[in-house]
């Protein structure tokens, strides 16, 4: 008898119940229409995404250690680490100063600003300060300490993702040092917490659906759909612009690896579409991270890219924050010259740098901006209070694909990725789920695994076990083999 089909219904049902990518678009609608139906209610949906965030944020620290500690003592060349961070931070800064030229030349196009002939005196400057909570971007010298540790616990306690970096490399450089003989016990260890991390990630990441829809709603119910019209134009060149950059992503990466972007946009696809959700970014790091990994791109490398691209490679924030800058500069009727541009393209040079983790850091930024160009009025940095949180998802998505494809372009710069794996992986041919992990051999079908069963024809009773085997060396020859018989 032919088997069964199952109904449209069942197979709707099944979809639903295992692609997370499913439930996180469904969740993604359901709070769209709950915050445009229900807006008081979705107001008081908030700490669903927020515990959501702070679950994930729990584990990224312990989870980077762990990595970044691994592949530095697996890769056993602390040289080759160091010239991994060096051609991280070239092409962070190459695609960051990309990212804010696309900007400047997209906002001079279309000129989303003009028109509007904004008075800066009606524009209430202290929302500015409620969303920035009255802080500042640090300095050079205030952001190079506070990337140096004052203690191994409190780097971790403070979530601080460049001092666990420093304090990761530190240890890995003296596992080198050490050697496994002296402490034949630490590696192994850090590796099983890995493992343990990766476990408590996979728990977490079922809750990811609530977080979205927890998340959309009340961002519709917040600022409903209104301010896409007040701020059309505006929104459209930051997406238009966005898209352009992933473009360009998109050539580099073939360029470089000979990958595809977009087969690689299917393959994170469940991630993509809860940093859409949750605007975060940190929500998918555990798991982006993993899947480089899968995808053939050595430990070392996603363990010292990664994090330190989410601090370095802001290049979704660095569109928003030139295009940004001359919107508000022709919304209040000040024409910018191309000196004063350029001052903007080396002064988010540096803002742009350490924002991560800081409050309403893109406001920060752009008022310093503002300041160093003189021209400007502080205040209307205020314009962009009510579509800034319509922008997270352009920004999260562009930097999320920016790192990635950072990583596997130093990867490959550096010798340390796997270009055939990642080409299997990213053609489906090679289940993401059930790979092995980079370095570890493949065991061909049919065959046994070496932790598998064993056969009982094949099995050595303990008196057997006890004649000594002798094992000829192949060098050795026939001569050999007969002397030791």
């Not at 900007?103 to 969303?131: C, E, F, I, Q, Y």
């Not at 008022?367 to 205040?379: D, E, K």
């Not at 596997?408 to 710069?413: E, L, P, T």
Request: with cysteine; charged share 15%; aromatic share 6%.
């Amino acid at each position: 008898m032919p088997p069964s089909v199952p109904s449209p219904s069942r197979r709707v049902a099944r979809i639903l119940r295992t692609s997370l990518f499913a439930q996180v678009a469904c969740a993604l609608v359901l709070g769209v229409a709950v915050g445009k139906l229900w807006p008081d209610v979705a107001m008081d949906l908030q700490p669903l995404g927020d515990g959501f965030t702070r679950l994930i944020k729990t584990i990224i620290s312990p989870l980077v250690f762990c990595v970044v500690v691994v592949g530095i003592a697996k890769a056993g060349d602390l040289k080759a680490f160091g010239r991994i961070g060096l051609k991280a931070l070239i092409w962070f800064e190459v695609a960051s100063t990309v990212a804010l030229l696309i900007g400047l030349l997209a906002a001079n196009v279309v000129r989303p600003g003009v028109g509007m002939n904004v008075d800066p005196a009606t524009l209430d400057a202290s929302a500015v300060d409620a969303k920035t909570g009255g802080g500042s971007l640090p300095t050079t010298t205030e952001f190079v300490l506070h990337s140096l540790p004052t203690s191994f616990v409190g780097a971790f306690a403070e979530n601080s993702l460049l001092q666990v970096l420093i304090l990761a490399c530190l240890v890995g450089a003296a596992l080198l040092h050490l050697g496994h003989t002296k402490v034949p016990q630490v590696l192994p260890a850090v590796e099983q917490a890995q493992e343990i991390i990766f476990a408590i990630v996979g728990f977490v990441m079922r809750l990811a659906p609530i977080a979205v829809f927890g998340a959309m709603a009340v961002l519709i119910g917040n600022y409903g759909l209104g301010v896409i019209e007040t701020y059309g134009k505006l929104i459209i060149l930051c997406y238009a612009a966005a898209a352009l950059f992933v473009v360009l992503l998109a050539v580099a990466l073939r360029l470089v690896t000979g990958l595809s972007l977009w087969k690689f946009l299917r393959y994170i696809r469940e991630e993509l579409l809860l940093a859409l959700g949750t605007a975060s970014t940190e929500s998918v790091m555990p798991r982006v991270m993993q899947k480089l990994r899968r995808a053939g791109a050595r430990e070392d490398a996603v363990g010292l890219v990664l994090p330190t691209g989410y601090s370095f490679n802001l290049d979704g924030a660095s569109l928003y924050l030139s295009i940004g800058t001359l919107f508000i500069a022709q919304a209040v009727g000040v024409d910018l010259s191309l000196s004063q541009q350029i001052t903007v393209v080396l002064v988010l040079m540096l803002t742009s740098k350490g924002m991560a983790g800081i409050p309403g850091s893109a406001f920060l930024a752009l008022s310093a901006t503002a300041s160093s160009l003189g021209a400007i009025p502080a205040g209307a940095v205020a314009l962009l209070l009510g579509v800034d949180r319509i922008m997270d998802s352009m920004r999260v998505v562009t930097n999320l694909l920016g790192n990635c494809v950072a990583v596997f372009a130093v990867s490959r710069w550096e010798g340390a990725l796997d270009v055939e794996r990642a080409k299997k992986v990213l053609d489906g041919e090679v289940a993401a789920e059930a790979q092995e992990e980079p370095g570890e051999p493949e065991t061909p079908e049919g065959a046994a695994s070496p932790a598998g069963p064993v056969s009982p024809s094949l099995a050595v009773s303990p008196e057997a076990a006890e004649v000594p085997v002798v094992v000829v060396p192949p060098r050795l020859g026939k001569e050999a083999a007969a002397e030791n018989s």
